[in-house]
């Protein structure tokens, strides 16, 4: 089919394509160069897997210093203070305030957004990206650009515009887990707290569970039997009140701002977990409703605190661990993130282990000592260039690098790191008229400390 016939529906001098976590941070940052950004999103808000998924909260990147590879980072903890919306220095957040934030933030930056648009073509010509192909209640059209950053989650920019990419675990050839989270709401906090605490004591199991007697309590159970809630989860499962799969990967904590409210990260699904599989989203999507229809109803049973607890969100998004990752100039290896290798172009700095689920999690912390006291490993602006393609980012968790590397670099930290250097590496191309894959990433970092990112140096 000639695309190029349909109608032009918007143009920019930057098209942010996806508006999760990466594609807002791109999409302001962009902006605050003073580019004309546009950012096009398939569903209704921006945030992505951080507010349609429901994920929090975000992970700390275990560099003592927990440095915030973002400027903009700070200016979404304000907002979200404002509102009463955060604590612990912005990484826990109420991911539905976070939408308006998000929003309001790109919005006064300058940034356009087109919402309930969905990314389908492209349009490459000697090998640069003219346009993309959306759909939305106009029917089909075309946004063109200068420059495109892929914040899809996917790659499914860079995968249509014909770039390569990997997927799945070398061993395996599967991808990670998917998960559907939801949020349990007029919880009696003190009475579960309460319940984690005398059933430590019962059992005297002190693993997941936590609660320090006011507003902070954390639970959690996974593959073993060593865990404070291993037994009643066994019992429940004997009574066929709940599955063996509901016991593997189940944890909830606290939500800012919601004093009555718990965020679970589950249930997790092993099989069906091609996020790039319309099918596969819609099974888990449907059948993870019905687990945690049937959660519920065990917390009710077995646990106090929950007679009254209703549900009152479930992820509109399905949560997407890892599913492409896309083939850049650099691609960071397993090997480079577990020497902790240096890079002079980096944009993100991070010691957040390895992280992959699975029926048996590898969750490792405590990798090798490095060689040169910098117990982190870092990200190069390379692998947010996509080989090939022009004038292409990509940014986000499925940025260029391998299925180990991307377990530990896929959380929230990096990928708003990501989004922030695509945006101020793609403004600099446009001001300089060279390709992305000519500007210097040390150039970009600069631009970010400028701004108020932090990096240990
Ligand atoms: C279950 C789960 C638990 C996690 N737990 C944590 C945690 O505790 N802490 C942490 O820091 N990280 C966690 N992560 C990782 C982290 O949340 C994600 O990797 C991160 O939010 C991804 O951000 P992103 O911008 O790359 O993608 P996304 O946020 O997924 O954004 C992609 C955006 O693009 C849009 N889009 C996709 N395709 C198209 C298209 N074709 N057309 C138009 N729009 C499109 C989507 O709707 C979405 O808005 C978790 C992830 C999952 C799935």
Redesign the pocket.
Known sequence: MDYSKLPVFAEAEIVV???????AFAAKAAADMGKDVLI????GS?????T??L?????HTHIPENPQCSYISAIVRDKLRELGAEYNNGANFDPLVLKSVLETMCDESGVRILLH????ETIVNDGKLEAIVVANKNGLGLIKGKIFID????G?VCVRAGAGYTKGNPETGKNQPI?L?YLVANVDIHAFGNFILETIEKTGKNSGASYDGKDNLYVAVCAGSHWTFADIFDEAIANGDLIDDDKNYWQGFMVAGRDNAIAF?NPEFFDDVDGTDPEHLTKTQIQGKQRIIRQLKFYKKYFKGFENAYLAEIAS?V???ESRNIETEYVLSASDLLRRVKFDDMFCQSNYPVDIHGKTLHFEGNLAPVDDGKPWYEIPYRSLVVKGIDNLYI????LGAEFLAQSSL????S?RAS?EAAGIGAALALDRNVLPRDINGAEVRNIMIEKGAQFVL
């Open positions: 394509c996806g508006g999760g976590t990466a594609g096009v999103e398939q569903f921006l945030g992505g897997t951080a349609n998924g994920v929090l909260p975000i992970m648009t969905f990314i389908a914040g899809t989650g996917d499914d998960s989270r990260n998004m949560g997407i661990r940014t986000g968790r499925c896929r959380v929230q930290h990928c989004g």
